[in-house]
């Protein structure tokens, strides 16, 4: 009888996986916001990440192989060729393996071993549809596997055809809902069908069966920010027209420290809808950082004529007046806040949002003390403590407007609501409105907005974003709810990175997190340091390589991307991210050349990597093979958001005399550049202008 080695089955040891990581979702190591930074869409989302081809060997199935009919081949022939077939899988030759695995098939077509065995030798050899087609023909004889199911969809998605994936990834939940790379290839299906709720909710369930806690927060930080860009993306795509597209960018540029452009695009969002709730507050806070607190004021008092008891308005204007040294200007301002909506102080402990200087924060605590005890003077003095990194006086004040705040939930309920429950919205009592939402039946899509928002302004996040995802109106709702959505995931990511922070300080992780968080910030020192720590705690983790070098990289030193990059290679020959930034690197160096082979190999482990495409048109274009560069960059050219592929096209072309589609190629470039949506894309996505035009 033939003995196989290894197993389909679902007996490996927690933690582990059947699945080899080639065709496993990859942890998110995204450039990313650190406490709501916004993260653009990279390479490494999952899907991107290889692995050493060779583990799928250990995928075969352990029984015993049926018996031969009278008149067929002898047993020992198929046990020779199954045998040999094992043995070039564990060494590598992946060839070999197919051609012995199709003599197994010609002695006895049924043999299901033999068939799956052939599938994973040509998933090794990257040949993802003849492998998906052995292997999905295994698994109409075998349908119980639930790691070869995921495979099959995986190979599905890899090859374009997601509404094929969906069957079998399914079917892999069915058989075994504890798998996390079911769940996480069932996220890449619904984000194919914009579907970002799902994915979302495929990744919370991965993330609860991950034991690494600290990568299991980190993954799903980077997770959430991913779902947010994408977000963005879309809204800036769909409604560029409409305030909320400006909205969105000027949110992110504010994210980003850019306080003239984010108030620019606040400005022309206030000029097509001038009476739109939160943007005279968002303008307000882009002149507060830009330390225009004149204008900064003004736009805070318009908010509030527009609405009086508009918390975030009220806020920013304590801010600025602790700035300005006037505390019980600003004490007046929380007592306001208070007076409305207790619940919001509680929800938004960040204040201040702007650094006050040691010398301010000391008189403005000095004059608050004097002042009678009011829930609005707990919470103006913990902030202050804390910016003075006093923390035992920080704790004490938060725990008498803890105190405060209890007490009046305790008034609160005790009072009748009904004739409150109607207004309950508009008077900002935000507890007693989700409530009276919650008991109106059925819910209006204006509703479940107003829902969905007022769980988000009390933190309640997972329940904002199951309202939000819900709501399909007018084209103006849909942006808001979109809007608010992006913004659920942002808070949801910053939730787990705090999580993370404070639960696991001196994990690589964490020291990852500030890396990452620091180049974003633009301390090269202190990411440099920060990577190097990390390293120091797990030096052979190829991501960590990997996202050093891409920062190298990402700076224009070029040197030392080369040597991290190489490591990460060393250390994971097929992680695909790693080839490809090896490949942008050469491109760069203008050393064409040594780029077409990683960029090759990272499109074989990655077929529908497009960035990679149109690296490699670029290199194809400046080394003159320009029918090879054609389909390559037509591939990527969705992906244009600085005109350079379309210029290269027009090149390729040119070059071959087919004049009309130069002509063509040549103005969409133009176009591209004179268009601010796509570069606004473009910031939005964190895509770097990394291919000059070939001249």
């Not at 002042?371 to 403590?385: I, R, W």
């Not at 958001?641 to 005399?657: C, E, F, M, T």
């Amino acid at each position: 009888m033939i003995g196989i080695f290894g197993s389909l089955s679902n007996n490996h040891p927690p933690g582990s996986t059947s699945i080899p990581k080639e065709f496993r979702p990859a942890p998110f190591p995204f450039p990313f916001r650190f406490c709501r930074r916004l993260a653009a869409l990279r390479l490494d989302r999952p899907g991107y990440s290889g692995s050493k081809a060779a583990a799928f060997s250990l995928l075969t199935l352990s029984l015993l192989m049926p018996r031969l009919a009278p008149g067929q081949s002898s047993e020992q022939d198929i046990e020779t060729s199954f045998r040999a077939g094992q043995t070039a899988l564990r060494q590598g030759d992946f060839s070999r393996a197919v051609e012995e695995f199709k003599k197994v098939l010609a002695l006895d077509p049924d043999l299901v071993e033999a068939e799956v065995n052939l599938g994973l030798a040509y998933q090794s050899l990257l040949d993802y549809e003849t492998a998906s087609r052995h292997l999905a023909h295994a698994l109409r004889e075998r349908p119980d596997l639930p790691s070869l199911n995921v495979i099959v969809g995986m190979d599905y998605l890899k090859l374009g055809s997601p509404e094929k994936a969906a069957p079998y990834l399914r079917h892999a939940l069915e058989l075994e809902p504890s798998s996390r790379d079911a769940h996480d290839a069932m996220a890449l299906y619904y984000l194919t069908q914009e579907n970002v709720q799902g994915a979302a909710e495929q990744y919370r369930k991965a993330a609860d069966l991950n034991p690494d806690k600290p990568g299991a927060l980190f993954t799903i930080g980077h997770q959430y920010l991913d779902l947010a860009a994408r977000l963005a993306y879309r809204g800036a795509r769909l409604y560029p027209e409409s305030p909320w597209g400006h909205r969105f960018l000027g949110d992110i540029l504010l994210e980003r420290a850019r306080w003239e452009d984010a108030a620019q695009e606040y400005k022309k969002a206030l000029a097509i809808e001038p009476r739109q709730s939160g943007l005279h507050t968002l303008l307000g806070e882009a002149w507060l950082h830009a330390g225009k607190l004149e204008d900064a004021e003004t736009e805070f008092r318009h908010e509030l004529q527009l609405d009086s008891r508009y918390e975030r308005a009220w806020l920013g204007l304590a801010n600025l007046q602790l700035a300005k040294g006037q505390p019980l200007d600003a004490l007046a301002s929380a007592g306001a806040v208070w007076q409305d909506s207790p619940e919001f102080l509680k929800a938004h402990p960040e204040f201040p949002a702007i650094e006050l200087t040691r010398e301010t924060a000391q008189v403005c605590v000095s004059s608050l003390q004097d002042q009678p005890e009011a829930p609005a003077k707990h919470f103006l003095l913990a902030a202050l403590y804390a910016s003075l990194k006093e923390d035992a006086l920080s704790d004490r004040e938060s725990q008498s407007f803890q105190r405060d705040l209890s007490k009046w939930q305790q008034d609160s309920r005790a009072t009748p609501q009904a004739h409150h429950d109607a207004n309950s919205c508009k008077l900002h009592r935000y507890s007693r409105c989700i409530a009276s939402l919650q008991g109106a039946k059925p819910l209006t899509w204006s509703a479940r907005l107003l829902l969905g928002k007022t769980y988000f302004t009390l933190q309640q996040y997972e329940r904002a974003s199951e309202n939000l995802a819900q709501v399909h109106g007018d084209q103006n709702a849909n942006a808001e709810a979109s809007y608010w959505l992006e913004h659920t995931y942002q808070a949801l990511g910053a939730e787990a990175y705090t999580q993370l922070e404070d639960s696991y300080p001196d994990s690589w992780r964490t020291h990852q997190l500030r890396a990452e968080s620091l180049a974003l910030r633009r301390d090269g020192d202190g990411a440099i340091k920060e990577f190097k720590a990390a390293l120091k705690l797990a030096p052979d983790k190829a991501e960590l390589h990997e996202a050093l070098g891409e920062f190298y990289l990402d700076n224009r030193s070029d040197e030392d991307a080369r040597s991290e990059l190489e490591e990460a290679a060393a250390i994971d020959p097929s992680r695909t991210k790693t080839l490809y930034l090896l490949g942008r690197l050469y491109v760069l160096d203008n050393e064409n050349e040594k780029a077409v082979p990683y960029l090759q190999r990272a499109l074989q482990l990655q077929p529908n990597l497009n960035e990679a495409s149109g690296m490699l048109g670029t290199a194809y274009v400046r080394m003159g093979q320009f029918a090879e560069a054609i389909p390559k960059l037509e591939k990527a050219a969705p992906l244009d958001h600085y005109g350079n592929i379309h210029y290269q096209l027009y090149v390729a072309y040119r070059k071959l005399g087919e004049t009309e589609l130069a002509q063509k190629a040549l103005a969409r470039s133009q176009d591209i550049r004179r268009s601010s949506l796509e570069h606004d894309q473009a910031l939005i996505m964190g895509s770097p202008q990394v291919e000059p035009d070939p001249r």
